[in-house]
């Protein structure tokens, strides 16, 4: 399963208003042993990659038993990352120096959602 975005995951992300700001949801499920690595990528992007590119964590928080999901769509962990726009989040990622760093988020993760967010009553 993917848990990274892809160059053309990317170029299509940009192709939606890129200088628009952006919340990024994250949904994740931990390989065994995982949380350990993620924590060490949040901590580098808490620490050094946001304030560079201007993002924010607006939550970080554990998943619980899921109320209403099908079998299997429990995770465990939800963030939300807001960032200036989507043309931000993209230099973050191509960011030569993240690139080390995000190694440890992609061992870390059995399945991820990456969605970018618009507030509604935005378009």
């Known amino acids: 399963m993917a848990v990274d975005p ?4 990317l170029k299509e992300f940009l192709a939606t208003d890129p200088e628009a700001p952006v919340v990024m949801l994250n949904l994740l499920r931990f ?7 993620y924590e ?8 050094t990659f946001l ?6 964590v607006l ?10 999901a099908e079998q ?14 989507r043309a931000a989040f993209s230099r973050m990622v191509a960011d ?5 760093v995000t190694t440890w988020r992609t061992v870390a993760l059995q399945e991820a959602v990456l969605q970018p967010t618009t507030p509604w009553g935005s378009s």
């Open 59 to 68: 939550y970080a928080g554990d998943g619980g038993p899921a109320l209403v």
């Open 40 to 47: 060490r990528y949040a901590a580098a992007l808490r620490e």
């Open 31 to 37: 390989a065994d042993g995982g949380r350990e690595s």
């Open 51 to 56: 304030p560079r590119y201007g993002g924010k």
């Open 96 to 100: 030569p120096e993240y690139q080390q």
């Open 72 to 85: 299997g769509q429990e995770w465990d962990a939800v963030l939300l990352v807001r960032y200036p726009s």
């Open 6 to 9: 892809t160059g053309q995951d």
